[in-house]
């Protein structure tokens, strides 16, 4: 029969969770973040090492604690965060991109702390477009291994939202994409949440809300019986 979600356990099985905004440094004292406060991410940790599996963090910006009971890396730039994950994701039977990334960084970033110019009101910064990790880990080969990629779209109703979802997962090529509508007062900072998870064809496999506890717990599950399903 097949295992039911909810109850599907990770024993032996190692996870991999990126959570948090990074912080692309613009000199010594700026940089440009992004309003994730990590809590869906940490709470994903949460339950996997609830389940009983071996569970790495990693940690951009979190406005949260580290859980304690899990391995914990931080990586406070795109970049690092790259380099973080493309070393432990084959290592991991699941990983979870969780983590905001900065879709920019500066191009360039400035040794001493940047003055303010007295050549007028208006200031432009150049920035130039960082890697994409999840697609990057999501070309290799995957053995069994699933990846799961996050998306918070401002979107005007849930047609546009599902939408948006089949195109991101479609362009990332990742196994499930969990899929959640944010505005300036959702989302982010708040305790609770509504996803909607697509598998890797688009199609919607389940809707959680509730706290980010429980929205975790019941997306782990799918992710769990997809992983006893898979050949490893
Ligand atoms: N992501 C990533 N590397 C990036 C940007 C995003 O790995 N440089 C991951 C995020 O961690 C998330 C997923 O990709 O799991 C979707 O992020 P999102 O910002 O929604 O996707 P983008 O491709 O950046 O598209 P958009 O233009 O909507 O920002
Ligand atoms: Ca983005």
Redesign the pocket.
Known sequence: AAPVPGETRLEGRTVLV?AGGTREPLDPVRYIGNRSSGRQGVALAEAARDRGASVTLVAAHLEVPVPTGVEVVRAET?AELLAVVTDLSPRHDLTI?A?A?S?YRPVAVSDAKIKKANTGERLTLELVQ?????ASISAEPRHGRLIV????ETAGDDAELLALGRA?VAR?GCDFLVLNAVGWNAGFVSERNTVVVLDGAGDRVLEASGTKMSVADDILGVFAAALAASPS
């Open positions: 990126t795109a991109m983590a990334v879709d960082n890697p994409d990790i999840l990629g996050f998306a918070a991101k990332k």
